[in-house]
């Protein structure tokens, strides 16, 4: 029959044993516990007690238990990060197509947002950085990966959020000239030829709105406002175009 120190003895050489699979072999807390195996439980009051090697192999324990769970949930981790750094990388092509379409379309406007620049800062950047984690677990530094992950995370989230602004940002005013643009074939529809126009006003106000909605580069708001004089002078000469 094996006595209780027998059984704590196995028990702390089986902590080791998971510390040593995990490359935690030569922390602190398992040298610690690996000193008072090698000292007889009954050896002088100096030496680790029986209660001494029970707190030892509680902090052992704990510690190998920590990375045995970042050893499960890291790589998953690291795969979901490879994966939202292609998102944001995506995110920020599609908002520079943006921005310089909307320079085009409807010129340097202050509202418009330059997205962020993913190389800007070097080694630090998302990309350099996630790589470096990715080594670190290779190499079986989980907690180093694991808690590096957590501050590129925040780094990526304030990113993609960065990128997510300025795309939407830079549609805005494209998608209001578009609707502009149907707003104003929509009502001449409407309205088609019915109606009082003696003194062409409201054909010219179209042709107005065509010519302002169509040209390169497009004044939004300038737009916005004849599309509005011309849906009221529209409805002055067609009131029936309001039912």
Same mark, same amino acid.
């Given at each position: 029959? *094996?006595?209780?120190?027998? $059984?704590? =003895?196995?028990?702390?050489?089986?902590?080791?044993?998971?510390? =040593?699979?995990?490359?935690?072999?030569?922390?602190?807390?398992? *040298?610690?516990? $690996?000193t008072a195996l090698q000292t007889a439980v009954t050896g002088p009051a100096a030496v680790a007690s029986p209660a001494d090697l029970d707190g030892l192999m509680a902090a052992a324990g704990a510690r190998v238990e920590a990375l045995e769970q970042?050893? =499960?949930?890291?790589?998953?981790?690291?795969?979901?990060?490879?994966? $939202?750094?292609?998102?944001?990388?995506?995110?920020?092509?599609?908002? *520079?197509?943006?921005?310089?379409?909307?320079?085009?379309?409807?010129?340097?406007?202050?509202?418009?947002?330059?997205?962020?620049?993913?190389?800007?800062?070097?080694? =630090?950047?998302?990309?350099?950085?996630?790589?470096?984690?990715?080594?670190?677990? $290779?190499a079986g530094d989980w907690e180093a990966a694991g808690a590096g992950l957590s501050g590129w995370s925040v780094a990526a989230d304030a990113c993609m959020a960065a990128a997510r602004e300025a795309e939407e940002a830079n549609a805005a005013p494209l998608a209001r000239q578009n609707e502009l643009r149907a707003l104003l074939e929509a009502y001449r529809a409407k309205v088609g030829n019915r109606g009082r126009d003696e003194d062409?006003?409201?054909?010219?106000? +179209?042709?107005?709105?065509?010519?302002?909605? +169509? *040209?390169?580069?497009?004044?939004?708001?300038? @737009?916005? @406002?004849?599309?509005?004089? +011309?849906?009221?002078?529209?409805?002055?000469?067609v009131p029936e175009a309001k039912r």
């Open positions: 029959m *094996t006595s209780p120190a027998d $059984e704590a =003895q196995t028990a702390a050489h089986d902590i080791i044993a998971r510390a =040593q699979a995990v490359g935690a072999g030569g922390d602190v807390e398992i *040298t610690a516990l $690996e970042l050893r =499960q949930i890291v790589p998953d981790e690291l795969v979901k990060a490879a994966a $939202e750094l292609v998102e944001i990388e995506e995110l920020v092509e599609k908002a *520079t197509a943006t921005l310089e379409l909307a320079r085009t379309e409807v010129g340097a406007r202050p509202d418009l947002v330059g997205p962020p620049d993913l190389q800007a800062a070097g080694d =630090q950047s998302l990309g350099p950085w996630l790589a470096r984690l990715q080594a670190l677990a $290779e062409g006003r409201v054909d010219r106000l +179209y042709q107005e709105c065509r010519d302002i909605l +169509y *040209t390169a580069p497009c004044d939004v708001e300038r @737009a916005d @406002a004849l599309v509005q004089e +011309y849906m009221g002078a529209a409805d002055a000469a």
